[in-house]
């Protein structure tokens, strides 16, 4: 079992401090969902983990099996099985999906340990079908010209080929039709096991009815306020946030 904790984190960008202590444990096998009203710093959340250089991290702690994720470069934190699949997936020109995918995977190997070619290509195709993505998705250029649901799909597809330990899915559902939803669920689902751990942030429940999470955060002002089962995403689904507010005196 691996195991990623989030300790005391505290976030700043541009000077101003957006997480103010978040605690936060995940291990593989359990899917996590993190909820909570816009601007409450879900997405700041999930940046700092990844180490975007905007966001300070001015106190707190993020481990990955006792080692300090803070401390390593982006792609060391790639290395070291952390995946995020980001709110916006940016364009990049002239690297067509699969090359990138390739590339991807076999930076994560040692050297002489790349994945074969032949390989390769059947786990490609076997994803894809899963995902329902044309096969000509493959050698598009990443992300050039993809529409929000195709973006989303390629990131599940970047996630199943990837195999991370521990994945950070911010907004998938944002823009996704229920039939993409469907599809993207199915993708995470079948990741699901003794090697996967996940934090899905999501501002609606409704991704919650495919991917059932082992637990549900609610994020608030910086912080997690409240920690429960499934049933607290139903909850919210019907009520809203404010009676957790009110329920813990929490001023707008
Ligand atoms: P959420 O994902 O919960 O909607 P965010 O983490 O995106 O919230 O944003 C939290 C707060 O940080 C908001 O007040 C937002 O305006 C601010 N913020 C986010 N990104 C930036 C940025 N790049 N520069 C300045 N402020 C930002
Ligand atoms: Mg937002
Ligand atoms: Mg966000």
């Known amino acids: 079992m691996s195991t990623l904790e989030i300790k005391g984190l505290h976030v ?6 957006i997480l103010k202590g978040v605690d936060l444990t995940i291990n593989t096998n359990e899917i996590h969902a993190v909820m909570g009203p816009n601007g409450t710093g879900k ?15 001015t106190a707190g702690t993020v481990t990955l099996d006792g080692e300090d994720v803070l401390e390593m470069e982006v792609d060391e934190r790639a290395k070291a099985g952390l995946f995020l699949a980001m709110q916006y997936p940016s364009e990049i020109s002239g690297v067509t999906n699969a090359d990138f995918l390739r590339s991807a995977i ?33 050698q598009r250029y ?17 996630l199943m080929m990837l195999k991370p330990k521990f994945a950070i899915l911010d907004e998938i559902d944002s823009g996704l039709d229920i039939d993409a939803l469907k599809v993207v669920s199915k993708g995470v689902n079948e990741m699901r096991g003794e090697n996967f751990g996940c934090l899905i942030i999501t501002h609606y429940q409704r991704l919650l009815n495919y991917i059932t999470p ?39």
């Open 12 to 17: 700043e960008i541009e000077g101003k401090e």
């Open 43 to 57: 997405s700041t959340l999930a940046s700092a983990i990844m180490g975007h250089p905007k966001y300070v991290v």
């Open 106 to 138: 076999n930076s994560k190997r040692e050297e002489g340990e790349e994945i074969s070619l032949m390989k390769f290509i059947r786990e490609l195709d076997s994803k894809m079908e899963t995902l329902e993505m044309n096969q000509e998705m493959a």
């Open 142 to 158: 990443l992300n050039e010209g993809f529409s929000g649901g195709e973006k989303k799909r390629n990131e599940i597809l970047q």
């Open 214 to 252: 082992d637990k549900v955060h609610v994020m608030m002002q910086g912080r997690v306020v409240k920690s429960g089962g499934p049933e607290l995403a139903q909850k919210l689904e019907a009520q809203g946030y404010d009676w957790i507010k009110e329920e813990l005196g929490i001023e707008d």
